[in-house]
């Protein structure tokens, strides 16, 4: 018989999205993300820092099986490459039976959802709630002038692949318009 998990407890800052204690702190710096913004836009990269702080994500660290969460909360910088805002790598689950939950706490985004050809796009900004279900990759972009502050819930045994959105794209964008208004753009053929 598998013993029980043990109850865990910690302090979250909905104003800095810290979670004290946390079991799994990293930080994803803008040359951890190649790959991830537009081709055409990689030049604009070349200018910029590889160690700029692009977000962070704290986590409690749980047993990987089925019926435990994992609470985790991410934090998003302001800031765009080119015209194109800071946002998360994004990823599938690996177990596609995988749901999450998003709690937007703090600033202005959007979520992107996609499954398949089809994707949704939904603001996030405070008080907003999201459910990505089973089978659908999510990707958070902050388009505001303060930190993005996200709390989200998964199952433990998701898993995360990254490299699907790497190599195929995610069908769409959040740029900055000439005005300086976000855009929902399509992204062009990977």
């Known amino acids: 018989m598998d013993k029980l998990p043990h109850p865990l407890a910690a302090f979250f800052d909905p104003l800095t999205g810290a979670m004290t ?3 799994r702190y990293r ?10 913004y537009l081709a055409e836009r990689q030049d604009a990269l070349a200018t910029v ?14 047993p990987a099986k089925d019926g435990e969460m994992i609470p985790c909360s991410t934090v998003i910088k302001p800031g765009h490459i080119g ?3 800071f946002m998360t790598k994004g990823h599938y689950h690996r177990n596609g039976g995988a749901a999450e939950i998003y709690y937007c ?9 996609r499954n398949g050809y089809e994707v ?3 603001p996030m900004k405070p008080g907003s709630l999201h459910y990505s ?11 505001g002038d303060a930190d993005l502050v996200i709390f989200a819930i998964y199952p433990a045994n998701a898993g995360h692949d990254y490299g699907t959105i790497k190599e195929k794209g995610f ?3 959040i740029v900055r318009g000439t005005d300086g208004i976000p855009m929902i753009v399509d992204e062009p053929d990977v």
Do not use: I, K
Request: with cysteine.
């Open 105 to 113: 706490l703090r600033g202005e985004g959007f979520l992107l959802m």
């Open 171 to 173: 069908g769409r964008r």
């Open 83 to 85: 015209d194109e805002y």
């Open 27 to 36: 930080q994803v710096r803008l040359g951890d993300m190649r790959g991830y």
């Open 120 to 122: 949704v796009v939904e």
């Open 49 to 62: 820092e590889p160690d700029l702080l692009l977000y962070e994500v704290y986590e409690l660290d749980v």
């Open 133 to 143: 279900p089973a089978g659908w990759a999510h990707r958070s972009v902050n388009t």
């Open 21 to 23: 204690p946390c079991d």
